[in-house]
C-alpha cells in the first residue's frame, strides 16, 4: 500500500520542457533557436566527443542555422577554476544560449557558466539554495549517461577546490529550459559509469521518495524510477548496444530527476558530496556505497516509506511486517552494486578513516541534509560513514 499524502500538504512542481525519445538528438537545434539563440556555447566532454554524439549535436546546430562555439575543457566532477574558465569563452564569444551535450558534469558546468555569466562573481558565492535571481543565459541540456537528473533539476554541485569540498547550489532558476533526451547516447557509456550513473539514479528516487518535502507529485515519478533501475540496469549491463534497456535507464533517469528537484534528497548526497569533494571519486559510486546504510538510519522513522520502496522494486511484501520490507528494500539495493560489479566498502574506494571527521562535520552544512526523514547529528553522519567504511 502507498502512503498518501497529509490533506496539509502544500506540493510545488517545477520542470522544464522535457522532449524524451530515440533520435530526438535531432531536435537540438530548434530547441535552441525556440530559446532565440543563433550562436551557442556547446559544454561537452572528451568522451562523448569520442562517441561523436557531440559532433552529431553540432550538426543538429548547423542544420537549424545555430553557430556553435565548443568548450570542452572540464573534468568529472566539475571544478571551480574550470566553470570561471567556461564562462570566459561564453562571454568572450558572444554566445547567447547554452548547450549541454553530455553527462551531469557538463550539465552543472554549464548551469554555472550561465549563473557567472550573468551575475557575476565566483561560483562559491552562490552555495545553498535560493540565492541565485533570474532569469539566467536560456540552456538546451542533452544528458548522454542516464543518471544525474540535472537536466531537470534546480540544482547543480561544484566541487570548491581551496576547500575541497562541494558546493550545492539550489534556485528555481537553475531549471533548464529545455531537456533533450535521445537514450541511444547511452548505448556508448562505458560499463563502469553506467553502473554509477543508474546506482545515482536510484539514490536520488529512494531519497527523494523518502524526502520530508516529498508529495503526492513527486511520489510517481520516484516509485516509477525505482522501477524503472531496478528493471534495466543489468540488461543494460550485459547488452551495453541495445537501446531498450537503455532506453528504460534514460526514462527512469529522468522521473528521478523529476522527484528530487521538487522533492530534494537527503543523507546520502548530504555525505557524499563531501566525500566527494575531498577524493574526486564518481559521485553515484560513493552514493552507491552509502545509500543502504542511510535506508538503515532512515528506516527507524520511515519503514512505512521504505516498504513502498521494496514493492516498487518488485520485491513480494504482501506478507512481511514495514520494518521486514523496509530490510528486504536495503539488501536489494546492496544485491544490485554488488551484481553490477561495484564495491561496497568506502575504504575499498580509498576513503581515509581520518577523512570521516570533516566528511560528518560538514555534511550538516549541505543542503541536502534538511529533508532527510530522519534528523541527522554529526555523530549520526559520523556513524553512518564508519559502518560505510
Ligand atoms: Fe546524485
Known amino acids: 500500500?502507498?502512503?498518501?499524502?497529509?490533506?496539509?500538504?502544500?506540493?510545488?512542481?517545477?520542470?522544464?520542457?522535457?522532449?524524451?525519445?530515440?533520435?530526438?538528438?535531432?531536435?537540438?537545434?530548434?530547441?535552441?533557436r525556440r530559446q532565440g539563440g543563433v550562436h551557442v556555447l556547446v559544454v561537452s566532454d572528451p568522451r562523448v566527443a569520442e562517441a561523436g554524439w557531440t559532433a552529431e549535436a553540432l550538426?543538429?546546430?548547423?542544420?537549424?542555422?545555430?553557430?556553435?562555439?565548443?568548450?570542452?575543457?572540464?573534468?568529472?566532477?566539475?571544478?571551480?577554476?574550470?566553470?570561471?574558465?567556461?564562462?570566459?569563452?561564453?562571454?568572450?564569444?558572444g554566445c547567447d544560449v547554452l548547450v549541454a551535450v553530455g553527462g551531469g558534469s557538463c550539465i552543472d558546468s554549464a548551469k554555472a557558466i550561465a549563473v557567472l555569466a550573468s551575475r557575476g562573481g565566483a561560483i562559491a558565492d552562490y552555495a545553498g539554495v535560493g540565492k541565485v535571481g533570474g532569469p539566467l543565459p536560456p540552456t538546451v541540456m542533452v544528458p548522454t549517461t542516464g543518471g544525474s537528473g540535472s537536466d531537470v533539476s534546480q540544482f547543480c554541485v561544484v566541487t570548491d577546490t581551496a576547500r575541497r569540498m562541494k558546493t550545492t547550489i539550489g534556485a528555481r532558476a537553475l531549471v533548464p529550459d529545455i531537456s533533450v533526451t535521445d537514450p541511444r547516447?547511452?548505448?556508448?557509456v562505458p560499463h563502469?559509469?553506467?553502473?554509477?550513473?543508474?546506482?545515482?539514479?536510484?539514490?536520488?528516487?529512494?531519497?527523494?521518495?523518502?524526502?520530508?518535502?516529498?508529495s503526492f507529485l513527486t511520489d510517481a515519478h520516484a516509485l516509477a524510477a525505482i522501477r524503472g533501475v531496478c528493471e534495466h540496469l543489468l540488461p543494460a549491463l550485459d547488452h551495453p548496444g541495445d537501446v531498450c534497456p537503455r532506453d528504460?535507464?534514460?526514462?527512469?533517469?529522468?522521473?528521478?530527476?523529476?522527484a528530487f528537484t521538487?522533492?530534494?534528497l537527503g543523507a546520502t548526497h548530504a555525505i557524499s558530496h563531501q566525500i566527494g569533494g575531498l577524493t574526486d571519486l564518481p559521485h553515484g559510486l560513493l552514493n552507491a556505497i552509502l545509500l543502504p546504510h542511510v535506508m538503515e538510519f532512515n528506516a527507524t522513522v520511515a519503514a512505512d516509506r521504505l516498504a513502498d520502496v521494496a514493492g516498487a522494486m518488485g520485491l513480494r511484501t504482501?506478507?512481511?511486517?514495514?520494518?521486514?520490507?523496509?530490510?528486504?528494500?536495503?539488501?536489494?539495493?546492496?544485491?544490485?552494486?554488488?551484481?553490477?560489479?561495484?564495491?561496497?566498502?568506502?575504504?575499498?574506494?580509498?576513503?581515509?578513516?581520518?577523512?570521516?571527521?570533516?566528511?560528518?562535520?560538514?555534511?550538516?552544512?549541505?543542503?541536502?541534509?534538511?529533508?532527510?526523514?530522519?534528523?541527522?547529528s554529526e555523530a549520526d553522519a559520523r556513524a553512518i560513514c564508519e559502518l560505510a567504511w
Not at 575543457?73 to 570561471?84: F, G, R
Open 318 to 376: 504482501g506478507l512481511m511486517t514495514p520494518p521486514e520490507a523496509a530490510d528486504a528494500a536495503i539488501q536489494m539495493v546492496r544485491s544490485f552494486a554488488g551484481k553490477a560489479g561495484l564495491p561496497g566498502t568506502l575504504r575499498e574506494v580509498g576513503v581515509r578513516l581520518a577523512d570521516l571527521d570533516s566528511v560528518a562535520r560538514n555534511a550538516l552544512g549541505d543542503a541536502y541534509i534538511v529533508t532527510n526523514p530522519r534528523p541527522v
Open 192 to 214: 563502469d559509469i553506467t553502473a554509477y550513473t543508474a546506482m545515482d539514479a536510484l539514490s536520488h528516487a529512494i531519497e527523494s521518495y523518502l524526502s520530508k518535502a516529498a
Open 262 to 264: 521538487n522533492a530534494l
Open 1 to 32: 500500500m502507498i502512503s498518501t499524502n497529509s490533506p496539509y500538504t502544500v506540493a510545488k512542481f517545477l520542470v522544464p520542457d522535457v522532449i524524451f525519445g530515440v533520435g530526438v538528438l535531432s531536435e537540438v537545434g530548434q530547441a535552441v
Open 248 to 258: 528504460g535507464l534514460a526514462g527512469a533517469s529522468l522521473q528521478a530527476g523529476l
Open 59 to 93: 550538426g543538429h546546430l548547423a542544420a537549424a542555422g545555430v553557430s556553435a562555439e565548443l568548450w570542452d575543457e572540464l573534468t568529472p566532477n566539475p571544478k571551480d577554476h574550470e566553470v570561471a574558465a567556461g564562462c570566459e569563452v561564453y562571454a568572450a564569444s
Open 185 to 188: 547516447t547511452l548505448t556508448t
